[in-house]
């Protein structure tokens, strides 16, 4: 089993940055693919990014793609998502996961057994 802890959202004007950050704990890091998923109010749980155990394998939502990259550090038991030019519309609940089955990234929601409890990330217009 493992443990997700999200950092680094918050308020932030359209057009910058935000980096956030998932900590996992228990189970060998490396031995999980990871995705990061977003929900917006009122709206379903959407895939945003996700990348392979060892890191070498990224997939992205298709809207997102250019401005969004995920990482991990297995060293730091950590991923990352850095996302920039943010809008308006990337409002929402940032959550990540942690998907056990999986060598390579995933995008289904079912495909990931893990969840963190989310951090806020709020665009101003």
């Known amino acids: 089993q493992v443990q997700l802890v999200e950092s680094g959202g918050g308020l932030v004007q359209a057009g910058g940055s935000l980096r956030l950050s998932c900590a996992a704990s228990?189970?060998?890091?490396?031995?999980?693919?990871m995705g990061w998923f977003r929900q917006a109010p009122g709206k379903e749980r959407e895939f945003v990014a996700a990348?392979?155990?060892?890191?070498?394998?990224?997939r992205y939502a298709d809207s997102l793609k250019d401005r969004f990259t995920v990482s991990r550090d297995n060293a730091k038991n950590t991923v990352y998502l850095q996302m920039n030019s943010l809008k308006f519309e990337d409002t929402a609940v940032y959550y990540c996961a942690a998907d056990s089955r999986s060598y390579f990234a995933e995008t289904a929601r079912a495909s990931f057994d893990y969840w963190g409890q989310g951090t806020q990330v709020t665009v101003s217009s």
């Open positions: 990348v392979s155990r060892n890191g070498l394998i990224t």
């Open positions: 228990g189970r060998t890091f490396s031995s999980y693919a």
